[in-house]
């Protein structure tokens, strides 16, 4: 599966963006997906993920309530709905496969000003 996530950009605090991740390759449908995201100097950590059907998703405890997961096994692309930004939410966002990631790609940068 090769994946490329889109939609980062700069907002302000309490703003909104949605990421999109396009998958192409082996079946998409097999697999659970997640978004994950690396702040400066931190270590790459998870953010949400979602089953192969879409019927289950999960969050880590900071976005709970601000981030929604979703896909689109049609279009083959999997979504983070993000809102209410806070500036801790900066940083470099990817999407992989769940919970065992592939190689990772170029992920898309979101920067939440104060």
């Known amino acids: 599966v090769q994946l490329q996530a889109s939609g980062g950009g700069l907002v302000q605090a309490g703003g909104s963006l949605r990421l999109s991740c396009a998958a192409s390759g082996r079946t998409f449908t097999r697999y659970s997906m997640g978004w994950f995201r690396q702040a400066p100097g931190k270590e790459r950590e998870f953010v949400a993920a979602?089953?192969?059907?879409?019927?289950?998703?999960y969050y880590e405890d900071s976005v709970k309530g601000r981030f929604t997961i979703s896909r689109d096994n049609a279009k083959t692309t999997v979504y983070l709905q993000m809102n209410s930004l806070k500036p801790e939410d900066t940083a470099v966002y990817y999407c992989?496969?769940?919970?065992?990631?592939?190689?990772w790609g170029h992920g898309t940068l979101v920067t939440v000003s104060s």
């Open positions: 992989n496969i769940w919970p065992t990631p592939l190689a």
């Open positions: 979602i089953t192969w059907s879409g019927s289950t998703t």
